[in-house]
């Protein structure tokens, strides 16, 4: 493999989340940041976010929308952040987004903590429940937290959690 940052090559989704780790307000704060510096097309920014810390309200209003399959792993996050974007072109506004959770992932991973980005979910009641301004378009849930004891998940989960890491090799991304 070529020489990778550490911040990337050790960056993974988790599923098991410490329920009884907290993010400071540092911590929060150090991500949003992260999000805030990420490229944009034309210094766009059109992302926006939604920061829900375990049990407020927001917090639980995210959690709501989100599949029961996944709520039984995801409410063991710390924080929850909706990320959303605005504007006319969805397609370069989405793909802005997606640079700003990135730098947000890898800022996560720089404070020791690690995030599992969703985005299976209830895009109108989440939405609703958050009471985002038309033209606001919830993309992705990220979990956020601290590792957890991966024994806690369903079996077939702690499989998915203890198992080897695997990436496809670098020839089949490559287009021909």
Not at 83 to 107: F, M, N, P, S, W
Not at 129 to 148: F, K, Q, S, T, W
Not at 152 to 163: D, F, I, K, S
């Amino acid at each position: 493999m070529a020489d990778l940052t550490p911040l990337l090559a050790y960056r993974w989704s988790p599923r098991a989340f410490d329920p009884s780790a907290e993010l400071t307000a540092e911590e929060s704060a150090s991500l949003l940041e992260a999000a805030r510096w990420a490229p944009s097309a034309e210094n766009g920014q059109p992302w926006r976010f939604a920061l829900g810390h375990r049990d407020d309200e927001t917090w639980k209003r995210i959690l709501i929308n989100l599949p029961d399959s996944d709520q039984g792993w995801v409410r063991h996050a710390a924080t929850l952040v909706v990320g959303a974007h605005t504007g006319g072109d969805a397609e370069r506004a989405a793909y802005d987004l997606g640079q700003a959770i990135a730098h947000l992932t890898v800022q996560a991973t720089a404070l020791g903590l690690h995030v599992h980005q969703l985005t299976r979910f209830d895009r109108a009641g989440l939405s609703t429940e958050l009471d985002l301004a038309g033209g606001v378009r919830p993309l992705v849930v990220a979990a956020i937290g601290r590792l957890g004891d991966p024994f806690t998940l369903p079996t077939e989960l702690c499989a998915l959690e203890t198992g080897l890491r695997h990436r496809r090799p670098l020839a089949d991304l490559l287009l021909a």
